[in-house]
């Protein structure tokens, strides 16, 4: 009989210890929204800590790689692979006018209405001064570059 095969992950490599101790607050910052109760919201309402948590995650491990430069590539390849951030959010980052991006949702038009982008992308200053801007799917305020 063939032996199974199992996954293992390789040990992280070095540097991981130093933010590991961040990584598992906003794991456990996650879980507590997770288990939350979510009564008296709207069903997507109850998802938005849950963007903004792995939003903050994905930006820490992005500031960490490029603009701080204090983890090696080894490290931030390691973990994109491991989940810990997203690695289609952070491509976009680094395109011109999705510095801010909150999500990926808010870019894509099958996802919204008219088949447009969100309404978080247009920028304030074409707003009227009395509209308060809240994204339908992550709550975000307002995620465009020219802000």
């Known amino acids: 009989m063939p032996r ?3 996954q293992r992950t390789k040990k992280p490599p070095t540097g991981f210890a130093e933010i590991e101790d ?3 607050e906003f794991a456990n910052r996650l879980k507590d929204v ?3 109760s979510s009564d008296g919201r ?3 309402e109850a998802l938005w800590p849950v963007f903004q948590i792995t939003h903050q995650r994905s930006r820490y491990v992005y500031d960490l790689y490029y603009t701080r430069e204090a983890i090696s590539t ?3 390849q390691w973990l994109l692979k491991q989940g810990y951030a997203d690695a289609n959010l ?3 980052w680094k395109k011109q006018g999705y510095e801010k ?3 990926l949702r808010c870019i894509q038009s099958s996802e919204n209405t008219f088949r447009a982008t969100c309404i978080c992308r247009v920028p304030k200053a074409q707003l009227p001064d009395d509209k308060v801007v809240e994204c339908v799917t992550c709550g975000c305020r307002g995620c ?4």
Not at 144 to 147: K, N, P, R, T, V
């Open 144 to 147: 465009a570059s020219s802000d």
């Open 34 to 36: 997770e288990l939350a």
């Open 74 to 76: 080894e490290l931030y």
């Open 42 to 44: 709207r069903p997507n």
């Open 4 to 6: 199974i095969k199992t």
């Open 90 to 92: 952070i491509a976009k």
């Open 22 to 24: 961040t990584l598992l």
């Open 101 to 103: 991006l909150c999500c």
